[in-house]
């Protein structure tokens, strides 16, 4: 697991999320779905003017990822 503030370019080690029982199904469902059409590889989770961006990664998607996002999930920083 990789974790990026994208706006600070600051990695975390680790991140609390505080869910509404909608937006857990929401995850959830969205979650789903990347699993099992694992090309589309993110997506957006947005509520309340936050927005919560979800990423799954392999060594067959690794190059459609820009160059930030390949150094955090190859080197972990």
């Known amino acids: 697991m990789r974790i990026l503030e994208r706006g600070t370019n600051q990695v975390f080690s680790d991140i609390e999320l505080f869910l509404t029982m909608d937006e857990a ?3 959830s469902g969205r979650l789903e779905g990347l699993i ?3 090309k589309a590889h993110h ?3 947005e509520t309340e003017g936050r927005e919560l961006i979800i990423s799954m990664y392999s060594e067959k998607n690794i190059n459609e990822f820009d160059e930030r996002s390949k150094e955090l999930i190859l080197k972990g920083r």
């Open 25 to 27: 199904l929401e995850l």
């Open 36 to 38: 099992s059409n694992p």
């Open 43 to 45: 997506f957006h989770l």
